[in-house]
């Protein structure tokens, strides 16, 4: 039952640490990436879409992204999501492929990006909180039922604070390295 309640716990925090990576990619850094349009949808024939699956996106360097889609006819409808988005990014349509060169990060910008780090790595943070607190009700209620004796309750809450503590310093690498990306000049 216990072993049972640990494995469900790191399953779970394997999804909320992948999801915090997949956040902090949407993070700019001083580099052009194609990750930082993953969360830009276009209206594709009615249908949200990410441009990556409607158009080719690369890095041309390190401060330009050039996206050629694969239909012509969807250069607009691809330059006015990334124009709506909240990216703060200007396309430049030319008729066959979009450039996006982006800005020079000022230190004020990336000051501010650091603190959306930190906003959103509270938040991974109070994730793995309330799924320790889920497991370790159900733990609870596994004592309480005769399921387990205290001696394996307490026993299991070690192992959990354990796994809390593994997957908080994931959290917290994972943050520094992408600070260190946001502040590099």
Same mark, same amino acid.
């Given at each position: 039952m216990v072993d049972e309640s640990i494995k469900k716990l790191k399953e779970r925090f394997v999804l909320i640490v992948s999801d915090f990576e997949k956040e902090l990619k949407n993070i700019r850094t001083g580099r052009a990436t194609a990750s930082i349009l993953d969360g830009v949808k276009v209206d594709y024939?009615?249908?949200? #879409? !990410? %441009? /990556?699956?409607? /158009? *080719?996106? =690369? &890095?041309?360097? /390190?401060? #330009?992204?050039?996206? &050629? !889609?694969? *239909?012509?006819?969807? $250069? %607009?409808?691809?330059?006015? &999501?990334?124009?709506? *988005?909240?990216?703060? $990014?200007?396309? =430049? =349509?030319?008729?066959?492929?979009?450039?996006? #060169? $982006? !800005?020079?990060? #000022?230190?004020?910008?990336?000051k501010e990006l650091v603190k959306v780090l930190g906003k959103k790595t509270e938040e991974t943070r109070i994730k793995i909180r309330q799924v320790r607190e889920e497991i370790l009700s159900d733990i609870q209620d596994q004592e309480k039922q005769g399921n387990i004796s205290e001696d394996d309750k307490f026993r299991a809450k070690d192992q959990i604070q354990k796994v809390v503590d593994e997957y908080n310093k994931k959290i917290e690498e994972l943050e520094k390295k992408k600070e260190a990306d946001v502040m590099a000049v």
């Open positions: 024939y009615g249908v949200e #879409t !990410p %441009i /990556a699956q409607i /158009a *080719s996106v =690369n &890095a041309v360097d /390190a401060k #330009t992204i050039v996206i &050629a !889609p694969w *239909s012509k006819d969807q $250069l %607009i409808s691809i330059e006015k &999501a990334i124009s709506e *988005s909240d990216l703060s $990014l200007t396309p =430049n =349509n030319d008729g066959e492929v979009i450039r996006i #060169t $982006l !800005p020079p990060m #000022t230190e004020e910008r990336r």
